[in-house]
């Protein structure tokens, strides 16, 4: 949700970005909402924080390097994707 003075040009700058990208580790943007000064983006799948996922599976080590090998493949192809479409790397403040 986007709310302040710059709020829509926020909102429309992060749509165009969202909707330019097409890769299956990156959340694809589902729909947009602008009503009374108030904009938002829905997402089409929620994020799960990590820790949240490795909470669950703590108790065994097997399945929990497997996560983190199969997170590391998913963030390494999002990074070189997103690289790939704007011509710059990204940090996590990014």
Request: one cysteine or more; glycine letters at 4%.
């Amino acid at each position: 949700m986007y709310q302040g003075i710059n709020a829509e040009q926020e909102w429309r700058s992060d749509l165009a970005k969202y909707m330019s990208m097409r890769h299956p580790n990156i959340v694809q943007i589902c729909g947009a909402a602008s009503s009374n000064g108030m904009h938002t983006a829905i997402f089409n799948d929620d994020l799960i924080p990590l820790r949240h996922f490795l909470d669950h599976y703590r108790e065994s080590h097997f399945t929990t390097v497997y996560i983190y090998a199969c997170c590391n493949q998913d963030f390494t192809e999002a990074f070189n994707y997103l690289y790939s479409a704007f011509q710059r790397e990204f940090y996590s403040p990014d």
